[in-house]
């Protein structure tokens, strides 16, 4: 079985250290207690915010109530720019902007393109749908406002991380039947696309879900329980892998970790789409973990973010 790369372990001893050496059950904890853990985690293992970009913070219609946003632009790049709408990742119950603020502002200015960053509604408060009415309407609104923003409304993409490449995915998908379509690409990192089948339908869910390398199978049927309340996660608006057809997504760039119990997933959606006739392309980061773009101080992260910030500016620049 393949071992985490050097850094990686460094990082696992480290978030080891963090946890006090005690893995618990995050079934057991309260939600105040996981988010605040994992908030510390996040920014304490961020790295160097190196990026220089222009960053304003207002707040758009959701699908509930207003939902804060951040808008990151590029230093010295000048007329209406690609935007690529931003979902964090957290299982649909955790992260916030300011976790996810320097992984975000390294893709903006990697890319050239601006971003969006949106601070969707969390579950257990909000449970499904919540977070994807968010979602799309985060999508409408950038699509009507586009020239507000500084943004070519011909170049939206959507991306997200874990639950936000499930809600990029879901979006994209569901902008297929809208009548004026928004998406031209949609951007999935570690995606979380099938909380409905057995965990042994994968392999990386077998080999590398036991919480060793930070993401366990009990987190991902601890927040589907706190994510879902009457709707069942075979529906593909949770689960996009159970989609049947695929026909009509957009472009599509997929990253994935070697040692990820979601990669098997991401192996399979991205060959679905291909069998469907969309352009796809999966890239696998080896011997490194779930959410390993977001500790900035991996050379792995610098190199998937300089990849992405390349693929960003290939299919929307």
């Known amino acids: 079985m ?32 996981v988010r605040e853990g994992a908030r510390a ?27 804060p946003v951040r808008l990151y632009r590029p230093l010295n790049r000048h007329g209406h720019l690609p935007l690529v709408i931003y ?25 050239g393109a601006a971003f969006l960053s949106v601070d969707y509604r969390l579950a257990p408060e909000h449970r499904f749908p919540a977070a994807l009415e968010d979602a799309a309407a985060a999508l409408g609104w950038s699509h009507r406002r586009a020239a507000e923003l500084g943004c070519d409304v011909g170049r939206i993409g959507v991306m997200g991380d874990s639950a936000g490449g499930n809600l990029a995915a ?13 998406v031209q690409a949609q951007f999935l990192i570690y995606p979380m696309l099938d909380v409905a089948s057995e965990h042994a339908t994968y392999r990386s869910r077998i080999d590398h879900g036991s919480g060793e390398y930070l993401l366990a199978n009990s ?23 159970q989609e049947q057809d695929l026909t009509g997504a957009p472009p599509t760039v997929i990253v994935s970790a ?29 011997n490194t973990i779930h959410a390993f773009l977001s500790f900035g101080d991996l050379d792995l992260a610098r190199q998937g973010r300089r990849w992405l910030g390349w693929k960003i500016s290939e299919l929307l620049c």
């Open 2 to 33: 393949d071992q985490p790369e050097a850094q990686t372990r460094a990082l696992l001893a480290r978030l080891d250290e963090l946890a006090g050496g005690i893995r618990p059950d995050m079934r057991e904890l309260p939600i105040e207690a």
């Open 87 to 111: 979902f964090h990742g957290g299982g649909w119950v955790m992260g916030d902007l300011d976790s996810y603020e320097p992984l975000v502002k390294a893709l903006c200015e990697a890319s």
């Open 258 to 286: 070697g040692l990820d119990p979601l990669t098997s997933e991401a192996e399979q959606f991205a060959a679905r789409l291909m069998q469907a006739g969309v352009a796809c392309q999966h890239k696998c980061f080896e």
């Open 219 to 241: 987190d991902i049927d601890a927040v589907t329980a706190w994510y879902l309340d009457d709707t069942p996660p075979s529906d593909p608006r949770v689960s996009p892998l």
């Open 41 to 67: 985690t996040w920014l304490a293992l961020a790295g160097d915010d190196e990026a220089q970009c222009e960053v304003k913070a207002f707040e758009i219609p959701g699908g509930g109530a207003n939902v």
């Open 170 to 182: 879901v979006t994209a998908l569901a902008d297929r039947h809208a009548a004026n379509r928004c």
